[in-house]
Protein backbone atom coordinates (compact mmCIF):
# COMPACT_ATOMS: atom_id res chain seq x y z
CA UNK A 1 0.00 0.00 0.00
CA UNK A 2 1.13 3.70 -1.05
CA UNK A 3 0.05 6.68 0.81
CA UNK A 4 0.15 9.86 0.08
CA UNK A 5 -1.08 12.76 1.77
CA UNK A 6 -1.55 16.03 0.34
CA UNK A 7 -3.12 19.66 1.41
CA UNK A 8 -1.49 20.98 3.93
CA UNK A 9 -0.42 25.05 4.13
CA UNK A 10 -0.10 28.08 5.42
CA UNK A 11 -3.36 28.82 7.43
CA UNK A 12 -4.52 31.44 9.75
CA UNK A 13 -5.90 31.00 13.53
CA UNK A 14 -9.86 30.16 13.24
CA UNK A 15 -9.72 28.76 9.59
CA UNK A 16 -9.95 25.08 8.39
CA UNK A 17 -8.27 23.17 6.45
CA UNK A 18 -8.61 19.49 4.76
CA UNK A 19 -6.25 17.00 3.98
CA UNK A 20 -6.25 13.94 1.84
CA UNK A 21 -4.41 10.74 2.00
CA UNK A 22 -4.68 9.03 -1.41
CA UNK A 23 -4.08 5.16 -0.81
CA UNK A 24 -3.28 2.78 -4.08
CA UNK A 25 -1.43 -0.83 -4.45
CA UNK A 26 -2.74 -3.08 -2.37
CA UNK A 27 -5.64 -0.87 -1.12
CA UNK A 28 -8.21 -4.03 -0.68
CA UNK A 29 -6.11 -5.21 2.67
CA UNK A 30 -6.47 -1.64 4.28
CA UNK A 31 -8.93 -2.63 7.53
CA UNK A 32 -7.75 1.25 8.77
CA UNK A 33 -6.66 4.50 8.01
CA UNK A 34 -5.34 6.75 10.59
CA UNK A 35 -4.15 10.60 11.18
CA UNK A 36 -1.28 11.47 12.80
CA UNK A 37 1.36 14.46 13.41
CA UNK A 38 4.48 15.28 14.28
CA UNK A 39 4.84 19.33 16.17
CA UNK A 40 8.42 20.35 15.78
CA UNK A 41 10.15 18.79 19.32
CA UNK A 42 7.12 16.81 19.91
CA UNK A 43 6.46 13.39 20.09
CA UNK A 44 4.07 11.74 17.10
CA UNK A 45 0.54 12.26 18.26
CA UNK A 46 -2.23 9.91 16.84
CA UNK A 47 -5.30 12.39 15.65
CA UNK A 48 -7.83 9.93 14.62
CA UNK A 49 -8.96 7.29 12.03
CA UNK A 50 -11.53 5.76 10.05
CA UNK A 51 -12.60 1.91 9.44
CA UNK A 52 -11.96 1.27 5.94
CA UNK A 53 -14.84 -0.91 5.17
CA UNK A 54 -17.21 0.43 7.37
CA UNK A 55 -16.47 4.48 7.84
CA UNK A 56 -16.80 4.11 11.25
CA UNK A 57 -14.40 7.07 12.64
CA UNK A 58 -12.19 7.15 16.14
CA UNK A 59 -10.89 10.20 17.98
CA UNK A 60 -8.48 11.06 20.78
CA UNK A 61 -10.20 13.33 23.35
CA UNK A 62 -7.87 16.23 22.38
CA UNK A 63 -9.45 16.61 19.22
CA UNK A 64 -12.82 15.41 19.18
CA UNK A 65 -15.36 18.37 17.76
CA UNK A 66 -12.91 20.00 15.59
CA UNK A 67 -10.64 17.11 13.30
CA UNK A 68 -13.07 15.08 11.11
CA UNK A 69 -12.30 11.97 8.83
CA UNK A 70 -14.51 11.00 6.13
CA UNK A 71 -13.35 8.43 3.22
CA UNK A 72 -13.93 8.26 -0.76
CA UNK A 73 -14.29 4.54 -1.25
CA UNK A 74 -13.98 5.23 -5.01
CA UNK A 75 -10.70 7.46 -4.84
CA UNK A 76 -9.48 5.55 -2.31
CA UNK A 77 -9.05 8.73 -0.12
CA UNK A 78 -9.28 9.40 3.21
CA UNK A 79 -10.02 12.98 4.41
CA UNK A 80 -9.12 15.04 7.41
CA UNK A 81 -11.11 18.10 8.10
CA UNK A 82 -9.83 20.36 10.63
CA UNK A 83 -11.56 23.14 12.08
CA UNK A 84 -11.09 26.48 14.03
CA UNK A 85 -7.29 25.51 13.29
CA UNK A 86 -4.54 26.73 16.36
CA UNK A 87 -1.20 27.77 16.28
CA UNK A 88 -0.40 24.50 17.97
CA UNK A 89 -1.72 22.53 15.42
CA UNK A 90 0.92 23.16 13.70
CA UNK A 91 2.55 20.13 12.54
CA UNK A 92 3.69 17.42 9.92
CA UNK A 93 0.39 15.73 9.53
CA UNK A 94 0.44 12.37 8.23
CA UNK A 95 -1.56 9.55 7.05
CA UNK A 96 -0.72 5.74 7.51
CA UNK A 97 -2.82 1.97 7.10
CA UNK A 98 -3.00 -0.55 9.55
CA UNK A 99 -4.21 -4.12 7.80
CA UNK A 100 -6.26 -5.67 10.99
CA UNK A 101 -7.75 -4.49 13.92
CA UNK A 102 -5.43 -3.26 16.64
CA UNK A 103 -2.87 -3.69 14.67
CA UNK A 104 0.42 -1.25 13.82
CA UNK A 105 -0.25 1.15 11.39
CA UNK A 106 2.32 -0.52 8.83
CA UNK A 107 1.97 1.80 5.96
CA UNK A 108 2.84 5.67 5.70
CA UNK A 109 2.95 8.38 3.53
CA UNK A 110 5.24 11.32 3.13
CA UNK A 111 3.39 13.89 5.54
CA UNK A 112 2.25 17.18 4.52
CA UNK A 113 3.28 20.53 6.69
CA UNK A 114 0.30 22.61 8.39
CA UNK A 115 1.72 25.95 9.85
CA UNK A 116 -1.11 27.79 11.93
CA UNK A 117 -0.31 31.60 12.26
CA UNK A 118 -2.04 33.28 14.97
Known amino acids: VQLQASGGGLVQAGGSLRLSCAAS????????IGWFRQAPGKEREFVGG????????YYPNSVKGRFTISRDNAQNTALLQIDTLKPEDTAVYYC????????????WGQGTLVTVSS
Open 96 to 107: AAATRAGAQYDY
Open 25 to 32: GRTFIMYA
Open 50 to 57: IRWSSGST
